[in-house]
């Protein structure tokens, strides 16, 4: 409230108001960010100030945690060649000192400016604080062409306040626990002048860390390449090779990210490729990729995303406080999709929804520290499917998200193990119950397959286990289908099979996929006794849960666990089945079911580079896919 004094004097008899000397009005501070997301901060209009005080889903200013290294700056060896730690790997980004590293480096900064202050004195000073968010939050002052970090004696000039100034905001850190921080920086502007102060504050929001889904673009393909002349080597590089060659023939021009350094042939598991955003100049959009590390710490080969991915635009990203009584192979990244854009009851998911697996049966979640870093984004809060029944537990293994002209954009792909029983059972109605199961041909050190469909069919434990399994599956669409609405022409059923192997069933029992052998019983490759999925499986992983629980994984090489890689192709394990009327029954359905969608279906070869040791081509690679949707804008 402004306060004014009358002073009167007296001239003769008569008081004469005197004109009282006008206290100087308070500046008129006015500080904006990009509130309305455009890429640019309207200075001279409105559009940036309705809102610039709070945040919400669809509007407010946004900044990026700047965890890539734009300049290659950061070391990945110590001195005299030393290891670094993780810790020491993870330290180093182009957030962790004060200087602008380039331009790049200045691209990854949200802009702030102040609207001038034409009315300014010579004496008129200014001076920039961080009301919220200090200790993860950088700013920077523009001046000239050089940028430089806002300190507490950081004062700005009336020349500068009379012109504006720009300022630049980074994040130090993605947003890790809502409980420690939200995410929010405040920025305050004072200025003095004439001995009167004002303020004005924006309110800004780190961009949230988003994994991608299926209806974003594959752009590039990673694999892991395993050195040596061995057998098992020299088919991985077969398969990369061909793995190349499906990218090439689906639109991919950009030549795969292979692993070539400590040997993990599961791409998929060590890392969820990720990314943050943000509207930049001309409303493009800024993107830092963010390689999301597995909650895995002596799974060592998430240091090659610290030594070979990270640089201009990619950052890594790593958990710590992982238990050791958190279960290891359900913090791999193979247990971690994303459900397309959706919004049902209330909630929007315009950016997807993350699933994982949780071993409902004996309590075994993912590591709590990766679920609260998940759920503390506020966009992709995680919903937990139950993967009790899986030996390696991962939802990858079972459910996938399809591209679909309809409505909703999207369909769900569902493993259907009664029509994999059904294939089987017709073929043997049929009169081919003496067929070969499968059609794979063995090596010199793995004999192939041998047994029949009969015998199959006639094994203790194989319908068993397949009955369980399509009762499991049911129970896990009903959560998909009630908490995204999805109807069930929305589901896509693609037969399959699995077992628990015979080292679960009982002696003489045939059924040939087995969690530590291949195939007719013969020792795994070496390359798959120390890289399988099953070496990290729980104790008494053939039943956990304290309640007799079986775990299986696929008989028939999974086709839901390929890699979409287009809009309309998609990359499935090749199938080996039965070959009856010179056509691969399993083949033949598979692709059936995805053509019925609009998708055209290619196989390659996995069995024994990716399905004796429990895992299939979606295991074994990985994709970066593009992120230039406004993560705040559903598309339907």
């Known amino acids: 409230m402004r306060r004014a004094t009358v002073a009167v004097a007296a001239i003769g008899a008569v008081l004469v108001p005197v004109a009282p000397v006008s206290a100087a009005a308070p500046p008129k501070v006015d500080l904006r960010a990009d509130v309305d997301r455009d890429g640019r901060v309207d200075v001279t209009g409105t559009t940036d100030t309705d809102g610039e005080d709070g945040w919400s889903a669809g509007r407010g200013a946004v900044f990026l945690p700047n965890i890539d290294d734009d300049t290659k700056r950061c070391r990945t060896i110590g001195p005299g060649g030393r290891k670094l730690t993780d810790t020491e790997l993870a330290a180093c980004n182009d957030a962790a000192d004060e200087v602008v590293n380039g331009a790049a480096d200045a691209a990854d900064l949200a802009r702030v400016r102040s609207v001038p202050l034409s009315g300014a004195s010579g004496s008129a000073r200014g001076s920039v604080s961080l009301v919220a968010g200090a200790r993860q939050v950088r700013v920077f002052v523009k001046r000239g062409d050089a940028w430089a970090p806002v300190t507490t004696r950081t004062r700005l000039t009336a020349a500068e306040l009379r012109s504006g100034v720009e300022f630049g905001v980074e994040g130090r850190d993605v947003i890790r626990d809502t409980a420690v921080w939200d995410g929010r ?7 003095t002048d004439r001995g009167r102060s004002a303020s004005d504050e924006v309110t800004l929001r780190a961009a949230p860390l988003l994994t991608h889904h299926h209806l974003q673009r594959a752009q590039q393909v990673m694999v892991t390449t395993v050195p040596g002349s061995d057998p098992y080597a020299r088919r991985q590089r077969a398969f990369v090779k061909g793995l190349a060659a499906e990218a090439k023939a689906a639109g991919i021009d950009k030549p795969l990210v292979t692993f070539d350094k400590y040997g993990d042939i599961w791409a998929q598991d060590f890392v969820e490729p990720g990314y943050v955003s943000m509207t930049g100049p001309g409303g493009r959009r800024q993107v830092i990729r963010v390689m999301l590390r597995s909650a895995q710490a002596d799974r060592t080969a998430g240091r090659e995303l610290f030594e070979k991915l990270r640089g201009n635009g990619v950052g890594v990203v790593q958990v710590s406080g992982v238990r050791d009584s958190e279960e290891w192979t359900l913090n791999s990244m193979g247990n971690l999709e994303t459900v397309p854009p959706y919004a049902r009851g209330g909630r929007s998911y315009p950016a997807g929804r993350i699933i994982m697996g949780e071993r409902k049966d004996n309590g075994s979640k993912p590591a709590r520290a990766m679920r609260t870093l998940l759920t503390s984004q506020g966009f992709q809060d995680p919903l937990l499917l139950d993967t009790s029944w899986l030996h390696v537990g991962h939802v990858d293994e079972f459910v996938q998200f399809l591209p679909a002209d309809t409505p909703r954009g999207w369909k769900i792909g569902i493993a259907d193990p009664e029509a994999g029983l059904k294939l089987l059972r017709d073929a043997k109605k049929a009169g081919h119950g003496g067929t070969r199961m499968f059609s794979v041909p063995g090596t010199g050190e793995t004999p192939a397959p041998e047994e029949t469909i009969a015998q199959a069919l006639a094994s203790k434990w194989l319908v068993a286990d397949n009955l369980l399994a399509a009762e499991r599956v049911k129970a896990n669409l009903a959560v998909l289908q009630r908490e995204t609405g999805a109807t069930d022409a929305e589901v896509v059923r693609v037969p399959a099979l699995y077992t628990r192997g015979t080292e679960q069933g009982e002696a003489g029992d045939r059924v040939p ?25 729980p104790a008494g992983a053939d039943r956990a849960g304290g309640r007799g629980t079986v775990m299986t994984s696929a008989y028939v090489p999974g086709a839901v666990n390929g890699v979409l890689l287009g809009r309309d192709r998609y990359l499935a394990p090749r199938q080996w089945g039965p070959v009856i009327g010179g056509k691969d029954v399993f ?18 070869d996995d069995w024994y580079t990716y399905h004796l040791g429990m895992g299939e081509v979606h295991c074994g690679t990985n994709t970066l896919r593009e992120a230039t949707d406004a993560w705040w804008k559903a598309k339907r």
Do not use: D
């Open 185 to 191: 920086a405040v920025i305050r502007l004072t200025v």
């Open 513 to 537: 996929r087995l969690s530590r052998l291949g195939a007719g019983g013969a020792p795994l490759p070496e390359a798959l006794r120390e890289h399988g999925q099953q070496k990290r499986l």
């Open 587 to 604: 083949t033949e359905a598979v692709s059936a079911a995805y053509r019925r969608e609009g998708l055209k279906v290619s196989y390659i």
